[in-house]
């Protein structure tokens, strides 16, 4: 999939409006993405929250803090399509 994100801005609570290179665009709630803990802790503080931007080199979603958000999940989100899938690794 690996769809860009070109534009994104805070909304309500914890979500984000996304725009994708594609045209697709939509909000997606952070909270139901991910755990607000660990490197996702800051984001609780609503004024971190608001200090979201996109990362043109990573084509996502960063924070100060060090969070940053999969491109593809969140495209999964927006349009209802499934996450690709991926051959885990052998076990030797």
Do not use: S
């Not at 996109?54 to 060090?66: A, K």
């Amino acid at each position: 999939m690996m769809k860009d994100i070109v534009e994104t801005r805070p909304l309500d609570g914890h979500r984000l409006y996304v725009r994708f290179e594609d045209g697709v665009e939509g909000a997606v709630d952070v909270a139901q993405c991910v755990p607000l803990e660990g490197v996702f802790a800051a984001l609780r503080d609503r004024a971190e929250f608001l200090r979201v931007r996109v990362d043109p080199e990573l084509g996502t979603v960063v924070w100060q803090c060090g969070a940053d958000l999969d491109p593809d999940v969140l495209y999964a989100r927006i349009t209802g399509e499934a996450l690709p899938a991926f051959d885990a690794p052998a076990k030797n």
